[in-house]
């Protein structure tokens, strides 16, 4: 239940979703699609299956566009950092763009914690002097954002409407103020199947 919705309200309002975690990368980013979340193995490989995968247009760098790999965790996993590098592996691999289809995305996994923290957030497999891997994720812990600073933010305009679904999970989300709160902002919204999913997302 936690995944499906997860992934329901990322897609339902992505934009919420794409702020949050792209916020303080500098990267000016915008949704262009949404791609198969499964990667096509040699016979007998194991065949990776994300939980979304979103190809973003690179506003600064048209010719460089990303893939962002979502993986939404309801509880820690020590091995996902791992899963999430072999994931970014393998779609860099087989997805291209461009006319010819032969260019290659930037590939970042996105780790969306619902409950608990991703830690350690980063895999860092470098030698002193930086060469090797480092798999260092988009993440977003839910119980660290403000119930209350997320609900003033979609008030003045400064987030959209879809991060209301997040809300529950956030520090505060279950307080009777927050709900109270929650209830006027998503009552004002002008479609009636948005609130819809909004209530069933949240309860």
Sequence with gaps: MFDQSARYATQAEPEAVLSRLLRGTGATLRLREWLDTRTTPR?????????????????????????????????????????????????????????????????????????????PDVLDMTLPDGHGIRNAPLVWNLEADSAAAALASVAAGQATWGLLFWIPLMQGGGEVATIARWRELASALPDPRARGDLGVVAL
């Design 43 to 119: 016979p007998g490989k194991p065949d990776l299956t994300a939980d979304l995968v979103a190809a973003l247009v690179n506003e600064s760098q048209p010719d460089q566009p990303w893939l962002l790999v979502f993986e939404f965790q309801a509880q820690h996993d020590p091995d996902k950092l791992d899963v999430t590098l072999a994931e970014a592996a393998r779609f860099r691999i087989v997805v291209r763009h461009g006319e010819d289809g032969r260019g290659k995305y930037n590939v970042c996994p996105a780790l969306v914690y619902l409950c608990g923290r991703c830690l």
